[in-house]
């Protein structure tokens, strides 16, 4: 007996315990190749194409492939060559007994559906990883970001979803790091693509072509939205080459509207949803039951990955978003505040990103007793201290001027006089400047 044991978008197989090598018997390896082909020629998206992969698969084991003395060995080896066809196929064993035990759960979830609390508790592990959302924060120069490293049904998700887009409503700019996001549900990228896009619910995001569907099925924007619409804020998403699916789903339907800027790694490739299906002889194999299409390219991202607009290390990508929004917001501000403050973010990255170096012989000019002030060495480091705090290090940012390590809202601009450096400028965040003479 074969049978759907989940589905959804971006899940790469079903997160079972990894097991010991097992003895596989001949018998049972024949059984399994047929019950893999059969399978995968009944939910494979493409009729033609999955009878072609069925095939090539009963071929090459009766050619002697897949031989393997172990389990383990023989899903691996079948995983990999089905994965040279589509990027989400993967075989795993897990164990006729763990098979038969899911498929008694299904059966009993099919036949009483869950309440509300059985719900909660199916949906506890997400809810500890906060239901994808690891990191919510205001960068300098007043940038929203969110690292997300998967998409959770909306369902049990709608109050962090809508959370983490609050904390971030009044930011002049907005950074999704999809990095390390390999993947998940589709209704989560309808509500966070939907947030960025007008009201209204006329721009369709993506079709899904299935077998199972007799006619496409349409993924629009939501008319309306808990946390607001805001379809002009400047957009930057972060990718790399881990990530997949939903993960690369959501970067390339922004980037074909020209709704976000994306800027990091070429993504892995895997544009094809499906589910987990079991089989008797102990295996789960994933495979794609449908294809995205996106309705400006007409095509998804299927072994070709997202291509970037902005190509760099993912290590760089999140400096790179940041400077890219600072220019993007400053040319289009009229304000001199949201200037100054863009100005100021950017010169601390840059610092980042090319460090300025400074001698001991050149750092110890600026050394010296501004009055409730002090600048000194230590450690081969310009450090900065008032009257009755603790020291803080500096560091370097060109033309006499440093910041502090550990707080982005100072500066200390050194302005030299006939004789060296005679007075020193508290400069804060906000536009003030506080100049102190040199008292000794």
């Known amino acids: 007996m074969l049978k759907p044991f989940a589905a959804a978008l971006g899940a790469a197989f079903v997160a079972l315990p990894a097991m010991a090598q097992t003895p596989l018997a ?46 383990e060995a023989f899903a691996s080896a079948i995983g990999q060559a089905l994965g040279e066809e589509d990027n989400h196929f993967s075989v795993r064993f897990v164990g006729a007994e763990r098979v038969a035990q899911a498929m008694a759960r299904q059966a009993e979830r099919d036949a009483n559906p869950p309440s509300e609390e059985e719900m909660r508790e199916r949906w506890a592990p997400l809810a500890r990883q906060n239901f994808g959302f690891a990191e919510v924060a205001i960068l300098p120069g007043n940038i929203g970001y969110i690292k997300l490293n998967q998409f959770a049904p909306i369902a049990p998700a709608l109050d962090t979803a809508s959370a983490a887009l609050s904390f971030i409503a009044n930011t002049d700019g907005v950074i999704f790091d999809m990095r390390q996001n390999v993947g998940g549900d589709p209704s989560m990228v309808q509500f966070l693509t939907s947030h960025f896009l007008p009201q209204g619910g006329d721009v369709l995001i993506n079709t899904f072509v299935s077998r199972d569907y007799e006619y496409p099925n349409q993924m629009w924007s939501l008319p309306s939205h808990p946390v607001g619409h805001r379809p002009h804020v400047p957009m930057a998403v972060l990718t790399s080459g881990r990530t997949g699916s939903a993960g690369e789903a959501f970067p390339y ?61 993912a290590d760089d990508a999140l400096i790179e978003a940041q400077l890219h929004l600072y220019n993007e917001i400053s040319e289009s501000s009229e304000d001199p505040e949201v200037t100054r403050s863009l100005n100021w973010a950017t010169e601390a990255l840059q610092a980042q990103r090319n460090p300025v170096e400074l001698s001991n012989r050149q750092l110890r000019r600026y050394v010296g007793d501004w009055g409730v002030r002090d600048t000194f060495m230590e450690d081969g480091r310009l450090h900065y201290v008032r009257e009755g705090a603790s020291p803080i290090a500096l560091i370097a940012l060109g033309n006499d001027r440093f910041m502090f390590e550990d707080d982005e809202n100072y500066r200390l601009v050194f302005v030299e006089g006939e004789d060296g450096f005679g007075i020193m400028e508290l400069h804060t965040g906000d536009g003030r400047i506080m100049p102190n003479a040199r008292v000794d």
């Open 26 to 71: 001949p018998e049972t390896r024949d059984s399994a190749v047929e019950s893999l082909a059969t399978i995968i020629a009944d939910e494979f998206f493409d009729a033609e194409r999955a009878t072609q992969i069925a095939d090539d698969l009963r071929t090459a084991y009766a050619s002697g492939a897949y031989r393997e003395d172990s389990a």
């Open 253 to 313: 339907h922004l980037q074909a509207m020209e709704r976000a800027t994306i800027i990091g790694e070429t993504t892995y490739g895997a544009g094809n949803p499906g589910g987990t299906f079991l089989v008797e002889e102990g295996f789960a194999v994933f495979i794609s039951t449908g294809s995205a299409r996106n309705p400006v390219t007409g095509t998804n991202w299927e072994g070709t990955g997202v291509t970037p607009d902005i190509a760099v290390e």
